[in-house]
């Protein structure tokens, strides 16, 4: 742990002589300690998840897989969210993306994709219908 001090206190000192801004001074040293935790948590959280793993496969398997299949779909939600959003407030290029997007992967026809998505920016859209 000192050797990472002591590369923390040369890199701090060389940074404050280079004549970088205080806010790039603090983003790369951010950058440096943060590397440092991860050089050091990595391998206590791998051999962590190894011991969880001989001892219940399963749920380990299981977590992964749920994270690994989660993440993704949770991030399509919010930007669906996002579009739906920034096609509420009226904004005509997210409009256009989302008709060509339901004439391109849904087949719709034009009229048919201008309808739906002007239902969302309406409000008035649901797939509870």
């Keep these: ?3 990472d001090c002591v590369v923390f206190l040369l890199f701090f ?7 970088l801004t205080k806010d790039e001074i603090l983003w790369i040293l951010g950058g440096i300690l943060g590397g440092i935790v991860l050089y050091h948590a990595v391998p206590i959280i791998f051999v ?3 011991l969880l793993f ?6 380990t398997l299981g977590t992964i897989a749920t994270g690994a299949f989660g993440g993704p779909l949770a991030w399509m939600a919010w930007a ?4 739906n959003k920034a096609i ?7 409009f256009d ?3 060509d997007d339901y004439v391109r992967v849904f087949g719709y026809d034009r009229e048919k994709a201008i309808a739906v998505t002007t239902q969302i920016l309406n409000g008035t859209y649901s797939i509870w219908k």
Excluded: F, I
């Excluded at 669906?80 to 579009?83: G, L, P, R, V």
């Excluded at 509420?88 to 997210?94: H, K, P, T, W």
């Design 88 to 94: 509420r407030a009226g904004e005509r290029a997210a």
């Design 80 to 83: 669906d969210h996002k579009d």
């Design 48 to 50: 962590g998840l190894w």
């Design 1 to 3: 742990m000192t050797a």
């Design 13 to 19: 000192w060389a940074l404050c002589n280079s004549g």
């Design 97 to 99: 993306r989302r008709v």
């Design 54 to 59: 001989q001892s219940h496969p399963g749920w």
